[in-house]
């Protein structure tokens, strides 16, 4: 690259912002992400959620439920700034969405309603984004909103997130416009004062800096204009988190919000570099990417689409280096390149083909089938082992077993459920061996019925679905011996083997532990895989209720062999049978699977809640203040007591409660459904 290119690219790069539009549901994201473009010129005027005419909202799910269900990618240019702007889902089901976001940006802008306040998922964001190091700036948005009191709502989110939440704008004329408060010093507006505002905010600024805060205390004052570095300084470290006030309907305080974004929000150069790492594991070590054009490409992959007729693709934020057309790129540690065909430039679903992509880009790929999430895309060989350090997405316990109408089709659901959960980090599959069920793990009931229904609009694929059974386990609570020789004659060679093994209890959680002990060659050496094989086919199909048997240990101590017909089919059969005679023999107990429970609901169904939960089988933790009115509720719970448990908390709660799910832990289920389950059972063997 020529001095002159490369100067012109670091011109450019300066001139990109990036943010994400994140928070709550309801709060208005979509509608400020029109009202953005339209006074940006990028469309000619604000798109409608009831109509279905957003550049975000358009997937015929989303149009039909005026709700946005997954992250999308705008642009627009302001004062010869471009910014790309990422507007994300706010139901807490659809954070494998919106999280993934942070990984794309310099700023996190947690938008709250002003008529709803303070709500739990904007205190989950602002949480999300300070791990991730992010410049914070929250956006007050339906300032207009009938009765809304934003002086004490100001209050309250210096209370929730800290005094280092300072208006950067104060709303004025009823609401009609907002005030700028960093660069004026007077000014009229609805509540405090200009003067107080821009005092606090300069107060705050210059605290970063040595140097301005001594000019500060002998001059009185500093122009604001002089206040860019130490002002970035402040939003890398948290130490300011500037709060702006708007109205996505009226269009109060949208210009202005775009010139914040310009004038004070981060370039690529300028925001808290991510936290890359080198190496795998224990070994990994941290590295930073460098925000240069004309060094070697690192890009991450923070969203991947799967598109019956368009194919894969991947939405990436360059880092270091600079992507063209043409440019050979390889796919974490790939070995083998892939040639970069076109670049895009999105603006909702639309593709706008682009030449080039710099540190801050955000752009689009297709059609490359290696692409995953969460994948690092570079052209250097040394960076074969250089990923970002995980999100802490929420753990997706509601499962759904799930099976195709028609017979045969079980292929192409396995196929089908793979781009679905390629596109969502919070959606998991499982293969049960021991329930030889299909089941879909995901964040709430509401996550899994999305997945439902894109398998039907999208790839017109029809299925039966019904609760999973529960994960039970099997273990034992003591100790024993068994033997057992098998032993068939046919009209040849016959088949012969025998085991003598012990079975004992290992701690909660140990798993599985098989020793071979058997000395003297009573079980030649090239048997004993055989006599394993076995052991684990026993313990895998369970003993007492049909639930894999865990935290055991088998030791083959003894046996017999035959120099002519001994198999290892016959060790495999002798090693099963007397595992399952051992277990039988050694206390054999049922385990469930406990899970933390947390409910956020409304204080005044605090003691319904609880009631219920006991009635379940639960360990109530304890309650804590919430949100507002709202109230946490902590237990712990048999997951088994839990199917459905959405459906009673709306009743209970007036639709107003969720809850999460983490597994805890795994203990012995009541002697009633113990014998219950155990009578239902019937061996292959039997």
């Keep these: 690259m020529s001095s002159a290119s490369s100067a012109a690219a670091l011109a450019a790069m300066h001139a990109i912002r990036t943010l994400a539009l994140v928070g709550p549901a309801a709060a208005g994201k979509t509608s400020l992400s029109e009202a953005l473009l339209a006074q940006a010129g990028a469309i000619g005027a604000p798109g409608s959620l009831e109509r279905g005419t957003t550049v975000s909202d358009f997937d015929p799910i989303e149009k039909r439920l005026q709700h946005s269900l997954a992250s999308s990618v705008m642009h627009l240019q302001h004062l010869d700034t471009r910014l790309h702007l990422i507007d994300t889902p706010g139901a807490a089901e659809l954070a494998g969405q919106a999280l993934p976001a942070l990984e794309a940006v310099e700023t996190a802008a ?20 300070a791990r991730r190091h992010l410049d914070r700036l929250i956006i007050v948005n339906k300032i207009d909103a009938p009765g809304v009191d934003l002086q004490a709502l100001l209050g309250q989110i210096q209370a929730t997130f800290g005094k280092e939440c300072l208006p950067l704008n104060l709303p004025s004329a009823g609401a009609l416009r907002v005030v700028d408060c960093f660069y004026n010093k007077t000014g009229s507006a609805d509540f405090s004062s200009v003067e ?36 970035e300084e402040a939003l890398r470290q ?53 925000p240069d054009p004309s060094a070697h490409v690192l890009a991450h992959v923070f969203k991947v689409t799967n598109d019956p007729f368009v194919g894969k693709m991947g939405l990436l934020r360059v880092h270091q280096g600079t992507i063209t057309r043409d440019s050979q790129l390889y796919v974490g540690d790939g070995r083998k390149p892939f040639k970069v065909g076109h ?36 052209d250097a060989a040394e960076d074969d082992h250089i990923h970002l350090a995980p999100l802490a997405f929420p ?17 192409r659901l396995w196929e089908i459920l793979q781009k679905l959960i390629d596109e969502d980090p919070c959606l998991r599959i499982e293969q049960h061996a021991g329930t030889h069920e299909t089941v879909v793990y995901g964040l709430g009931e509401l996550h899994l019925k999305l997945l439902l ?59 599985f532990r098989f020793i071979d002990a058997v000395k003297g060659g009573t ?81 005044h169904a605090t003691g319904d809640i609880t009631g219920d939960l006991s009635s379940r089988r639960a360990q109530v933790a304890g309650t804590d203040g919430g949100v507002g009115q709202m109230m946490v ?26 809850y999460t799910l983490a597994f805890s832990h795994y203990e012995p289920v009541p002697p009633a459904q113990q014998a219950k389950l155990a009578a239902s059972f019937k061996r292959m063997d039997d």
Excluded: W
């Design 343 to 378: 670049l895009f430039r999105l603006q909702g679903k639309e593709h706008q083909d682009v030449d080039r992509a710099l540190p801050g880009d955000i752009v689009a790929i297709a059609k490359v089938d290696a692409l995953h999430y969460d994948a690092v895309l570079h």
């Design 196 to 231: 107080a505002a821009h005092r606090a905010l300069v107060e705050q600024v210059v605290e970063v800096d040595g140097d301005f805060v001594e000019r500060y205390l002998n001059d009185g004052d500093i122009d604001a204009s002089e206040l860019h570095a130490p002002l």
């Design 238 to 290: 948290g130490h300011l988190i500037p709060v702006c006030f708007v109205s996505a309907r009226s269009g109060a305080g949208v210009k202005e919000l775009l010139d914040v974004i310009v004038r004070l929000l981060p370039d690529p150069t300028e925001g808290n570099p991510p936290d890359f790492l080198k190496g795998e594991g224990a070994e990994a070590q941290p590295m930073h990417a460098t």
């Design 523 to 603: 079980i030649p050496t090239n048997f004993m895989p055989a006599v394993e094989k076995g052991v684990r086919e026993a313990l895998d199909g369970g003993v007492l209720a049909g639930y894999p048997v865990v935290d055991i240990e088998v030791t083959v101590y003894d046996g017999k062999h035959h120099s002519v017909d001994s198999k290892e089919i016959a060790f495999v059969t002798a090693a099963r049978k007397a595992t399952i005679a051992a277990i039988l023999e050694a206390q054999p107990v049922l385990l469930e699977p406990i899970v933390d429970v947390e409910i956020s609901a409304p204080g």
């Design 633 to 658: 509720v902590r237990a712990q719970a048999p997951l088994a007591e839990l199917t459905g448990y959405q459906t009673r908390l709306n009743a209970l709660t007036a639709g107003q409660g969720h």
């Design 395 to 411: 753990l997706p316990v509601h499962g759904l077993a799930i099976e195709p109408k028609r017979h045969g089709d079980e292929q």
């Design 110 to 129: 947690v938008v709250i309603n002003a008529a709803a306040g303070i709500e739990a998922g904007a205190i989950r964001m602002m949480e999300h984004a």
């Design 453 to 511: 229904e894109r398998m039907k609009e999208v790839y017109r694929f029809e299925v039966d679905t019904h609760p999973p059974k529960v994960a039970y386990r099997e273990t034992i609570g003591g100790r024993a011996e068994a033997q057992y020789r098998h032993k068939k004659q046919t009209g040849g060679a016959g088949q012969f083997g025998e085991v003598h093994l012990r079975v004992a209890p290992l701690g909660r959680g140990e798993g």
